[in-house]
């Protein structure tokens, strides 16, 4: 028996979907977003607007960085307990939902800390507090998934929080939002997306539910990710958009691989965009993945419905026309820092996702993926 969710309450889409927060019932809403990009374009005025009326109180809280921090949620917490909110609404790219998504879950249930939650029993519903969560960026997923991560900056270490309560009750996907993102941002937020129909695609996991909808993620983004980065019409925009939210739905429901393992490790080391880790990451993965059978004849029934010779051979062409880097020494990690964290990184990249990667991971063969990923060789082992 299985437990398939596809969003919490809904999921708004279609341009001018932001007008839907209209229609939400609150007293006191607290905004989180990140840093300036949602205020200088005038996004969260018109939150601000459609939000307002007579006898209720709007807070918003901005400055998460992009990789959201142990210290950024505690001090987002101390101001939100301030305020005391009965509506969150995070407004920006992954990192402002996963830093509001832990916020509200430290507010909701207050016996819960950084050093308990990842073994206390935690309830599977808030009662208080209403989430909402509008993705300017079209990658994470965070709107409809149970998850957030953190990162520990002391032990250079990401935190992957998963309860069904962290799932946000209304997703509003507004594509006109997204008009702002500029070309780098559109490729690496969509090659994220990317990663996460792929890794849930080949997980061992996968049920028929999820896997139509990492099927159409996949190839939809493999078509319109490339118009999106290169001439960003609308119509572009919005598929990706919508494409990267079927992704989360399927990657909550089935879990990933080793690319999220690995990038989690380099990200908390060397403070890089999520996105641009797990596209750096992702071909080489698939290239040690196919190893197993049913990877391979996955990979192969999906690379004709792509209508392709081989849907690896696409990512790779893929990373080079959006401007992808092929490996992390091209992203200027110098190979004195990696020879010097590479315990640490291999350490790390054992951890989380990693566990249930369809091919089982040793540290041998860990080993020598952070290298292949690090200086770009080719994966024969």
């Not at 941002?185 to 539910?209: C, K, S």
């Not at 079927?246 to 691989?257: K, R």
């Not at 690319?259 to 992702?282: C, K, M, R």
Request: proline share 4%; with cysteine.
């Amino acid at each position: 028996m299985r437990t398939i969710v596809l969003s919490g309450e809904a999921i708004i889409t279609g341009s001018g979907s932001l007008e839907y927060l209209r229609n939400i019932e609150f007293h006191r809403a607290f905004i989180v977003t990140g840093g300036s990009s949602m205020i200088k374009f005038g996004v969260i005025d018109r939150v601000k607007e459609y939000m307002g009326g007579e006898g209720r109180e709007i807070t918003v809280y901005s400055g998460i960085g992009k990789n959201p921090t142990i210290q950024e949620v505690l001090d987002g917490l101390e101001a939100m307990r301030l305020k005391e909110p009965d509506l969150v609404v995070a407004v920006g790219g992954g990192s402002a939902m996963d830093a509001a998504k832990a916020m509200v879950l430290f507010y909701e249930f207050p016996y819960l800390n950084f050093d308990n939650v990842l073994s206390e029993t935690i309830p599977p519903k808030r009662k208080k507090t209403k989430l909402v969560c509008v993705p300017s960026t079209s990658g994470t997923g965070s709107e409809v998934t149970m998850g957030t991560v953190v990162t520990n900056v002391e032990e250079a270490m990401k935190v992957p929080i998963l309860r069904p309560c962290l799932r946000p009750d209304i997703a509003i996907l507004d594509p006109d939002i997204t008009m702002t993102m500029p070309s780098q941002i559109a490729a690496e937020t969509g090659m994220d997306a990317l990663t996460h129909a792929v890794e849930a695609y080949i997980n061992h996991n996968l049920d028929d539910f999820d896997e139509a909808l990492c099927r159409a993620s996949i190839k939809g983004i493999l078509k319109w990710l490339p118009i999106s980065c290169e001439e960003a019409t609308p119509e572009s925009r919005e598929k990706v958009h919508n494409f990267q939210c079927m992704a989360g739905i399927a990657f909550a429901n089935v879990g990933l691989g080793m690319v999220h393992g690995i990038s989690h490790s380099f990200g908390a080391a060397y403070n890089l965009a999520h996105g641009a880790a797990n596209a750096i990451i992702l071909p080489f993965a698939l290239d040690f993945n196919k190893r197993d059978k049913t990877v391979a004849s996955k990979l192969e029934d999906l690379s004709y419905e792509c209508r392709c010779d081989d849907v690896i051979e696409e990512i790779k062409k893929l990373k080079i026309r959006i401007g992808i880097p092929h490996c992390f020494k091209e992203m200027g990690i110098t190979e004195a820092d990696f020879l010097r964290d590479f315990d640490m990184i291999l350490d790390h990249s054992m951890l989380g996702a990693t566990r249930v990667n369809p091919v089982p991971m040793t540290r041998e063969s860990m080993e020598k993926m952070v290298k292949a990923v690090y200086y770009g060789t080719e994966i024969d082992f």
